[in-house]
């Protein structure tokens, strides 16, 4: 915010060169593009409506806070007898928590709010591929992700059956 007679030259920093803007009016809005968290500081402002005036300055920082893109990985590729149950485990980095997609072929599941280690127990009745197909993270800033081991397949073995004959004399 500023007050006074506008125009104004601002001066600030992110810890770097300072950066002058001049000409500028309240309300002016700078977008910021930083790859990892920022602190900007407001170093000077002055009125250059009629007399330059060198001003004084009230809150002096903003921080823009940056999240590191969520990934996740599917894991529980194994196994198992007919009827019996797995689990399929979620890695997740980033800042938690996070929403996940997957699908065995059919309609996909979403689950929220989880976090890192993150279990399901499945029971398929055939061979099922499970397909992570989206991640996010919902701490704070919503993050679209990336996916790391993007399938894990839980092979059902049949339930074997025996019989036994014979003949009585």
């Known amino acids: 915010t500023l007050t006074g007679v506008g125009p104004f030259n601002v001066t600030y920093n992110d810890g770097g ?4 803007l001049t000409g500028i009016s309240n309300g002016h809005t700078v977008s910021v593009t930083p790859a990892t968290t ?3 500081t407001l170093t000077a402002v002055s009125s250059t409506g009629g007399t330059t005036c060198t001003g004084t300055i009230g809150t002096a920082t903003a921080t823009v ?16 007898c007919q009827g019996s149950s797995t689990n399929l485990t979620f890695t997740l ?13 059919g309609a996909p599941v979403t689950l929220t709010g989880i976090s ?6 499945v029971t398929p009745a055939t061979t099922k591929t499970y397909t992570l197909t989206a991640v996010s993270s919902t701490g704070g ?5 990336t996916i790391g081991t993007a399938t894990a397949t839980v092979t059902v073995n049949p339930t074997p059956t025996g019989s036994i004959g014979g003949t009585t004399t």
Request: net charge neutral; glycine share 18%; proline share 9%.
């Open 17 to 20: 060169a300072p950066v002058t």
């Open 38 to 40: 920022k602190t900007y």
């Open 65 to 80: 806070t940056v999240n590191p893109t969520p990934t996740g990985s599917i894991g529980g590729t194994t196994t198992i």
């Open 93 to 105: 980095t980033g800042v938690g928590p996070f929403n996940v997609t997957y699908n065995d072929g």
């Open 116 to 121: 890192n280690g993150h279990t399901v127990s």
């Open 141 to 145: 800033t919503t993050c679209t992700g």
